[in-house]
């Protein structure tokens, strides 16, 4: 129970700015076993959204409290993915082959396709939320965090990484296993059944459909992942997520 503990407050740790597990001095192998909690830290992430949401939804229009949401989990995280999304964006636009676009994913300044791309990613995340109906707006801040979580676990168990010299998600990489993700995926599974019921497990068909296409664009156009890769699709599974939240509940 305690090696349980210890590796949720990693995962917690590594994904938020909470105090939480910071001395915890991990193995590989640990690593590898707290990734199948990430869609836990997610919901967590979730529910805190949630507070939030009806804290502040009597005090402020709906518009500016969906910003602050957004910028709430931004918080929260560190805007450890959001790096992730302009870097991408910059390599893949730049990017010849392989070799250059991973150098041009290295360099820390941002480009005007960076740039663009984190804008757009942020902008219909925000309107995407504003404009999911009311009566689903918690199920939607809870299943968006634990979906972007659970892609992460995904490619990492299912993708290669790809920097020879080592990189922050290569340790999670070379460790995460099957008995992980099934366990992160049994979280997502159970999360979707109790937020939206049987239609749950169409949005959850979809989220897999759309993770197999990850997947296989990005053994295509770089032969697997990076950190950087997983920061950005955590990013824009969860602009996904509250687009099919929308299309299927929507008026």
């Not at 979906?147 to 010299?165: H, V």
């Not at 059944?193 to 053994?219: C, D, H, P, S």
Request: with cysteine; hydrophobic share 55%.
């Amino acid at each position: 129970m305690k090696e349980r503990w210890d590796d949720f407050r990693l995962a917690v740790s590594f994904l938020t700015l909470l105090p939480v597990g910071r001395e915890i001095e991990a193995t590989p192998e640990q690593l590898g076993r707290s990734m199948g909690l990430f869609p836990a830290v997610g919901l967590g992430l979730g529910l805190g959204l949630c507070v939030a949401n009806w804290l502040l939804a009597g005090l402020l229009p709906r518009a500016v409290l969906d910003c602050l949401l957004v910028l709430l989990l931004i918080a929260a995280t560190g805007a450890l993915h959001l790096d992730g999304v302009a870097d991408l964006f910059d390599g893949l636009a730049g990017g010849r082959d392989q070799k250059s676009t991973l150098e041009i994913m290295k360099d820390s300044r941002v480009g005007a396709i960076g740039a663009v791309g984190l804008v757009m990613v942020l902008l219909l995340k925000y309107l995407s939320l504003f404009h999911v109906p009311l009566e689903y707006k918690n199920a939607a801040l809870i299943f968006m965090p634990t979906a972007g979580r659970w892609i992460q676990l995904t490619l990492c168990c299912y993708a290669p990484y790809i920097r020879p010299e080592g990189g922050t998600g290569s340790a999670f990489v070379e460790n995460v296993g099957q008995p992980e993700f099934l366990r992160g995926t049994a979280t997502l599974i159970m999360t979707s059944l109790v937020l939206f019921q049987l239609k749950g497990i169409f949005l959850v068909f979809l989220l897999g459909i759309a993770t197999m296409l990850i997947l296989r664009y990005f053994e295509t156009r770089l032969g697997g992942i990076t950190g950087d890769v997983l920061g950005a699709m955590t990013e824009m599974v969860e602009v996904l997520v509250l687009l099919l939240v929308l299309a299927t509940f929507g008026s």
